[in-house]
């Protein structure tokens, strides 16, 4: 049955391949962004203007809504608790993809607060998304070489495809209240493979040139589209990793889905023009 459908950050990686997906599932799609005017969604979706940092910009989005999807893009979790009590407040649904990049809120706590926000709700944790690799993008366009730091640190990159994949299937579904859903790519990779696999499907021989952290950090100052209070958080992140066990891929979302997550061979064939 159609269902109504809140995208919150819908212009996001995730959040608009979500609007697509539901869309061509036959859901009617409300989408939020802080710029309206300039978003580009697709004609038939009713966009609507959302500031995460001030959820009362929800209220007035959640009107004859069944299920919304959110994400927390902000640096301090300290609204996602009222965010999530006014989307109880109207919704019968919440589908929220957690993330350890919030420094005052561990992705525990995030599950916590969700999970007992009073509506049926399930979490969604991503492994890293394959769409970081794009950092790499100049790199590539310009050598052969990309230079960064922790070339042997593996994980498993997920397509944002089937983070959507799942987020509309608990969305729209019923049987997922309560869940938490582990999702990865399935295989592990180091950076520097990672980088080899780009270079073989762009048809080119691309290498990994090791920085310590130090130049890690001088290379990302310099670099302007990336953003400066982010680089120790994710420096940091990167130095925890390697000290972890190796990462596990989990089969949920073939589980899930009935098809396998995708590689991220296939990942770079998506997105072959971001590369050039
Ligand atoms: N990259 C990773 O490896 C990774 C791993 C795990 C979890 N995550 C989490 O995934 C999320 C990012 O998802 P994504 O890649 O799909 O997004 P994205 O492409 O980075 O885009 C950010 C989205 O958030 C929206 N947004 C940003 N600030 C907002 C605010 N103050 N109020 C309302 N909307 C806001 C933006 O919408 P407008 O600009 O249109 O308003 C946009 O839709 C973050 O929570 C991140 O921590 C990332």
Same mark, same amino acid.
């Given at each position: 049955m159609s269902k109504n459908i809140l995208v919150l950050a819908a212009t996001g990686n995730v959040g608009s391949q979500l609007v697509h997906q539901l869309q061509a599932a036959g859901h009617s799609v409300r989408a939020g962004t802080r710029n309206p005017a300039t978003a580009e969604l697709p004609a038939d979706v009713q966009v609507v203007r959302t500031e995460l940092s001030r959820p009362e910009t929800l209220i007035d989005c959640l009107d004859d809504?069944?299920?919304?999807?959110?994400? /927390?893009?902000?640096?301090? &979790?300290a609204q996602l608790p009222k965010a999530l009590g006014i989307i109880a407040g109207c919704a019968r649904r919440v589908v929220?993809?957690?993330?350890?990049? %919030?420094?005052?809120?561990?992705?525990?706590? *995030?599950?916590? !607060?969700?999970h007992g926000c &009073?509506?049926?709700?399930?979490? %969604?944790?991503?492994?890293?998304?394959?769409?970081?690799?794009? /950092? /790499?993008?100049? *790199?590539i366009r310009t050598g052969d070489i990309v230079h960064g730091s922790h070339g042997e640190l593996?994980?498993?990159? %997920?397509?944002? +495809?089937?983070?959507?994949?799942?987020?509309?299937?608990?969305? @729209?579904?019923? &049987?997922?209240?309560?869940?938490?859903?582990?999702? @990865?790519?399935?295989?592990?990779? @180091? =950076?520097? $493979?990672?980088?080899? %696999?780009?270079?073989e499907v762009l048809g080119r021989q !691309?290498?990994?040139?090791?920085?310590?952290?130090?130049?890690?950090? *001088? =290379?990302? !100052?310099?670099d $302007?589209?990336?953003p400066d209070s982010f680089i120790d958080v994710l420096l940091d992140g990167y130095d925890t990793m390697m000290a972890a066990p190796r990462p596990q891929t989990t089969s949920?979302?073939?589980?899930?889905? &009935?098809?396998? +997550?995708?590689?991220?061979?296939? /990942?770079?064939? #998506?997105? =072959?023009? #971001?590369? =050039?």
């Open positions: 809504i069944d299920a919304a999807f959110l994400l /927390w893009p902000l640096h301090t &979790g929220f993809l957690g993330t350890d990049g %919030i420094p005052d809120l561990s992705f525990e706590e *995030q599950e916590n !607060l969700v &009073g509506i049926e709700s399930v979490v %969604i944790r991503p492994s890293t998304f394959a769409v970081n690799t794009l /950092w /790499w993008a100049d *790199q593996p994980m498993s990159l %997920i397509h944002e +495809a089937d983070m959507a994949a799942v987020a509309a299937l608990a969305l @729209t579904e019923n &049987g997922h209240a309560g869940a938490t859903y582990t999702v @990865t790519g399935p295989e592990v990779l @180091t =950076r520097a $493979e990672q980088v080899r %696999i780009i270079g !691309l290498r990994w040139a090791e920085l310590t952290r130090e130049h890690a950090e *001088q =290379r990302l !100052l310099a $302007e589209s990336f949920t979302v073939a589980d899930l889905t &009935g098809r396998p +997550a995708h590689s991220l061979a296939e /990942w770079v064939s #998506d997105h =072959r023009a #971001d590369f =050039r």
